[in-house]
T-cell receptor, first 113, second 111 residues
Framework: DTEVTQTPKHLVMGMTNKKSLKCEQH?????MYWYKQKAKKPPELMFV???????INESVPSRFSPECPNSSLLNLHLHALQPEDSALYLC?????FGAGELFFGEGSRLTVL | SQQGEEDPQALSIQEGENATMNCSYK?????LQWYRQNSGRGLVHLIL?????REKHSGRLRVTLDTSKKSSSLLITASRAADTASYFC???????????FGEGTQLTVNP
């Protein structure tokens, strides 16, 4: 069982919709991550939050908007997405210092029509 | 671009055999990690080896690291059908928090 919980597991949205992906962890980790993964490809880093502050944005388009309301929660707000944004979106958490072990959620499978 | 490259891209073996996967990377690292991903699921951390370590064991897993060749290998001994998954190496830079994943190896263990 994963200790990082992602909702929803599946999401289908049109290009004009606004939706959000949610991630929650209760391991006391102070770093949280969003990764995007296309089929048969490795995860690609999108955003990193450290102590609730955005520390890394890998030049992600503004139609993806991350938010970290507190140390346990991480959201990814989606607006005006394109079909090529369809992917598995993975949330992860870790201790904040150095590139240590990541704990991943099961992911949210996003389909953009 | 991704830091790591893995080979083989796909590996098919019989239950009970050993599976070896290799990972190469390009720049200095703080550590190298291996993750497993079952189809459509999240990634699960398997093992972490630091840059000053050469070999590490965990159960049926053995990881080696050669920093002079910028390469690592993951050996799974006495494989089981449940080991069928994608395996990714990931490298962490010195002083950084950005983990970069290799292309992955798809392992199929046939019963």
């Amino acid at each position: 069982d994963t200790e990082v919980t992602q909702t929803p597991k599946h999401l289908v949205m049109g290009m004009t919709n606004k939706k959000s992906l949610k991630c929650e962890q209760h391991m006391g980790h102070r770093a949280m991550y969003w990764y995007k993964q296309k089929a048969k490809k490795p995860p690609e880093l999108m955003f990193v939050y450290s102590y609730e502050k955005l520390s890394i944005n890998e030049s992600v388009p503004s139609r993806f908007s991350p938010e970290c309301p507190n140390s346990s929660l991480l959201n990814l707000h989606l607006h005006a997405l394109q079909p090529e944004d369809s992917a598995l979106y993975l949330c992860a958490s870790s201790q904040p210092f150095g590139a240590g072990e990541l704990f991943f959620g099961e992911g949210s499978r996003l389909t953009v029509l | 671009s991704q830091q790591g490259e893995e080979d083989p891209q796909a590996l098919s073996i019989q239950e009970g055999e050993n599976a070896t996967m290799n990972c190469s990377y390009k720049t200095s690292i703080n550590n190298l990690q291996w993750y497993r991903q079952n189809s459509g699921r999240g990634l699960v951390h398997l093992i972490l080896i630091r840059s000053n370590e050469r070999e590490k064991h965990s159960g049926r897993l053995r990881v080696t690291l050669d920093t002079s060749k910028k390469s690592s290998s993951l050996l799974i001994t006495a494989s089981r059908a449940a080991d069928t998954a994608s395996y990714f190496c990931a490298t962490g830079p010195p002083g950084g928090s950005r983990l970069t994943f290799g292309e992955g190896t798809q392992l199929t263990v046939n019963p």
